[in-house]
């Protein structure tokens, strides 16, 4: 079945960077568009960015300029790559396959000093 595993978050301060990874399995990853979605403390989850399977991307505004979301399709790995982090970026991270709608289980960030 699909399995989604976030890694890669924790605590940074204001103008920092991380790199999540999602590891996929249980399906073919190189054809599938992935996302990557987030949940602040007491708000609904909302969309931070696409991939496609021919790489392309898309963003939302708040983050655009500021992240990017790869995908190492030899690996099975989703990745998004965040710099210049800003306190309102604190969030569970969640990447999906968006075919199936299968979410991973998150991976907590904190931006703050």
């Known amino acids: 079945q699909v399995q989604l595993v976030e890694s890669g978050g924790g605590l940074v301060q204001p103008g920092g960077s991380l790199r999540l990874s999602c590891a996929a399995s249980?399906?073919?990853?190189?054809?599938?568009?992935m996302g990557w979605y987030r949940q602040a403390p007491g708000k609904q989850r909302e969309w931070v960015a696409t991939?496609?399977?021919?790489?392309?991307?898309d963003y939302a505004d708040s983050v655009k300029g500021r992240f990017t979301i790869s995908r190492d399709n030899a690996k099975n790995t989703l990745y998004l790559q965040m710099n210049n982090l800003k306190p309102e970026d604190t969030a569970v991270y969640y990447c999906?396959?968006?075919?199936?709608?299968?979410w991973g289980q998150g991976t907590q960030v904190n931006v703050s000093s």
């Open positions: 999906r396959m968006l075919r199936s709608g299968s």
């Open positions: 249980g399906f073919i990853f190189s054809i599938n568009a």
């Open positions: 991939i496609t399977m021919g790489s392309s991307t």
